[in-house]
């Protein structure tokens, strides 16, 4: 208990705290006009009160992760508690709020183009395929899943391929319709309910009496079952991406930028919806450890229970919270990723629409951007689900690598305290390239499978390589941008 207490104390004070100051970094400016008020258009460009904004934000960026992905990471061992509130505090919420801030200050540029401004046009044409494609993903492993999942639940004749027309029916609606007809209505009613449900389950925790297991008084050693196979690091920090830190963050940031009424409230939005994920991601880690009994009890339920991860979900909601819990357990394994793979679609035409210099005002050109998106994503559904996701979380945090290099060129050139940034740049540098270079797990193999000791020396000789060359840039950075504030 004494652990999880830590890390929930870390997370709550690191908002106020670290917030602040990363806040100051940057610099808000409350009277600058917002994207929405300087460009408003009543598709993407639409103010929207910041209690909407802000649930939107956490469930975008939120779906099942922090659920899933904490349940997964957890199973590490309790260095698990500790990657997700100091990663979150100084790692992904820094990453959420700058890269939101500066498409504040950019007319609610998407984030290849924010990339750009900074690394380079070649930078922004790879950031752009390499974005769109995560997103796609993003769409295709979001309409297979919780298609499966509806089927189970549902008569025979309603089969995986009905819902998975529906959820793609769903997915375009959402895609072409203004922010605020769709998503600016449900949105707020499944993000309150996936932070109602998290309190139920802390509450629980808090005082039911149950133990939480940690086993802090044996170390912070890995307590997989095959340590070699899947060692603390790099394993574990991709593992925990939501709940922790995720490049899909900056790619929904731009949308919420877009409809947010004043710069003053972007720490609370951005950097608080992350911290907000962050504690759902330590209550589920916490939950699944005093459910299950062990770290190693946690693999074996999810090993042995049709449905894995989804199952144990489901027991703890149900056991713990009863009838309620139950529908909560719903919400989060099948409303949850939906709601997650339609901002995605959205985001995806954002950015080609932004790319190509495509207006969106009418939705016959929203159509036009947007049926590609639909091709792939339908092409990509044919691939093994295990496969996708294999792929997918390494992608998700190099996408995190291009983005907070980005950021930190961002502040150097501003001449602001760019070590913020920096720091998380060069871990995740060597997280990204350790796994790629080791990653035994799986068939086929999502890495090259070289030995750990070899990958991690490589990957510290990657990130050195690219702080090498920051610190070149910096000593002959640009001078004309040093008084820019945008």
């Avoid at 705290?17 to 639409?46: C, K, M, N």
């Avoid at 909407?52 to 779906?63: D, E, H, P, S, T």
């Avoid at 389950?201 to 079952?225: D, H, K, Q, V």
């Amino acid at each position: 208990m004494a652990l999880f207490l830590l890390s929930l104390s870390i997370l709550i004070g690191g908002y106020f705290l670290y917030g602040f100051f990363v806040e100051r970094v940057f610099g808000i400016d409350p009277a600058r006009l917002t994207p929405s008020a300087a460009h408003p258009d009543g598709v993407d460009y639409v103010p929207l009160p910041t209690w909407k904004v802000f649930l939107i934000q956490f469930l975008n960026i939120a779906g099942i992760g922090p659920i899933f992905g904490a349940i997964m990471g957890v199973m590490y061992g309790p260095a698990a508690f500790l990657w997700i509130s100091i990663g979150t505090i100084f790692g992904g919420a820094v990453h959420d709020f700058i890269s939101a801030a500066i498409s504040l200050r950019n007319d609610g540029k998407s984030l290849p183009q924010i990339v750009g401004m900074e690394l380079g046009r070649s930078v922004r044409s790879v950031m752009g395929v390499f974005t769109v494609f995560l997103l796609i993903m993003v769409v295709a492993v979001f309409v297979t899943t919780p298609a499966g999942l509806l089927a189970s639940l549902t008569p025979e004749h309603l089969s995986p391929a009905f819902w998975t027309i529906v959820i793609f029916a769903y997915y375009i609606l959402a895609t072409l319709l203004p922010i605020d007809k769709l998503i600016g209505r449900l949105y707020p009613v499944f993000g309150l309910a996936l932070l109602v449900m998290a309190a139920g389950i802390l509450g629980y925790l808090l005082f039911s009496g149950i133990e939480i297991p940690t086993g802090i008084s044996e170390g912070f050693a890995n307590r997989n079952a095959d340590p070699s196979a899947a060692p603390l690091f790099p394993m574990m920090f991709v593992s925990i991406a939501c709940g922790a830190i995720s490049g899909f963050h900056a790619t929904q940031s731009p949308m919420m930028a877009r409809c947010l009424k004043n710069e003053k409230m972007a720490r609370p939005v951005f950097y608080g919806a992350m911290v907000a994920e962050g504690i759902v991601a330590l209550i589920w880690a916490a939950a699944a450890i005093a459910f299950c009994g062990s770290y190693r009890e946690i693999a074996q339920y999810v090993a042995t229970h049709e449905g894995g991860t989804g199952a144990l979900v489901n027991a703890i909601c149900n056991n713990w919270l009863g009838v309620v819990g139950g529908l909560f357990a719903i919400l989060g394994v099948i409303a949850a990723p939906i709601t997650t793979g339609d901002t995605a679609m959205r985001s995806a035409r954002l950015i080609i629409a932004d790319t190509f210099s495509i207006k969106q005002s009418t939705i016959s050109r929203r159509l036009l951007v947007t049926l590609p998106v639909i091709a792939v994503s339908f092409l990509l559904m044919q691939i093994d689900f295990t496969v996708l996701w294999r792929y997918f979380a390494w992608s998700n945090q190099t996408l995190s690598v291009f983005t907070l290099w980005a950021v930190t060129v961002y502040l150097a050139r501003r001449r602001k305290f760019f070590y913020i940034t920096l720091v998380p740049a060069l871990l995740m540098t060597m997280v990204c390239t350790s796994y790629i270079l080791f990653a035994p797990l799986g068939q086929p193999k999502p890495g090259i499978g070289l030995p750990l000791d070899t990958a991690i020396i490589l990957a510290a000789l990657v990130a050195t390589a690219f702080l090498a060359l920051f610190t070149r840039w910096l000593r002959r950075r640009p001078v004309q941008a040093l008084n820019q504030q945008q």
